[in-house]
């Protein structure tokens, strides 16, 4: 009824049937398993009402859900971990066992959702800016360049005769560049020393 192909091996169909409606695959060299792939055979379709969930024991750990095939769905690729196992492939690898047990659909679904939610609470949960946090970068930006104004325009002088263009007397100020240079200078240290009175000033 059900064959499984681990990636770079022969398909198996040598399937072990070990209690009502329970089969089992043995995984030999599971250490070197990355890929398996777990399918029906097409012979034998589930009942109405029926699926199949699939589990992986490892040696020395408890059962482990990777999914679940169904009439729908009738072949599912799993990713493993190899979590027991030697780097020496000289050594005979540990056996695994590969699970399927046909269980009535509705339980199924229930068990891959509880999966689902449990991986879920294990992601951390991207942090996004909140209203307050853009509120204050935004009253930030405007004390900074208010600082800017008020410390710029405190060196505005009229142009005269000697500036060129304008000439004298011409409805305009003038702000020497180096203004800017020192106001920058000025501002870097007070928010190295203390950030928070740096933008309050």
């Known amino acids: 009824m059900f064959g499984c192909i681990v990636a770079g091996r022969l398909v198996q169909t040598n399937l072990q049937q070990v209690d009502v409606n329970k089969y089992v695959f043995e995984l030999p060299e599971a250490q ?9 055979l097409g012979t034998n379709p589930f009942e109405p009402g029926y699926a199949a969930t699939v589990h992986l024991l490892w040696p020395n750990k408890s059962w482990q859900l990777l999914g679940m ?9 799993f990713r ?19 699970g399927i047990s046909i269980e009535p659909i509705q339980a199924i679904e229930q068990q891959i959702q509880q999966q689902q939610q449990q991986q879920n609470a294990l992601v951390p949960a991207v942090q ?3 209203p307050v946090s853009l509120q204050s970068a935004k009253q930030i930006a405007e004390r900074t360049l208010q600082n800017l104004y008020d410390y710029a325009t405190s060196f505005a002088t009229k142009p005269d005769a000697s500036m060129g263009m304008f000439g004298s007397g ?18 870097l240290r007070k928010l190295q020393r203390d950030p928070a009175t740096a933008m309050q000033n």
Do not use: C, R
């Open 80 to 98: 493993l971990k190899a979590t027991s196992g030697s780097e020496n492939t000289d050594m005979v690898g540990p056996t695994a066992e590969l």
């Open 69 to 77: 095939l169904s009439n729908d769905k009738p072949s599912a690729i």
């Open 128 to 130: 996004q800016p909140s």
């Open 170 to 187: 011409a409805p305009v100020q003038v702000l020497p560049v180096k203004v800017f240079e020192d106001w920058y200078t000025s501002f």
């Open 32 to 40: 070197t398993i990355n890929h398996i792939v777990v399918f029906l």
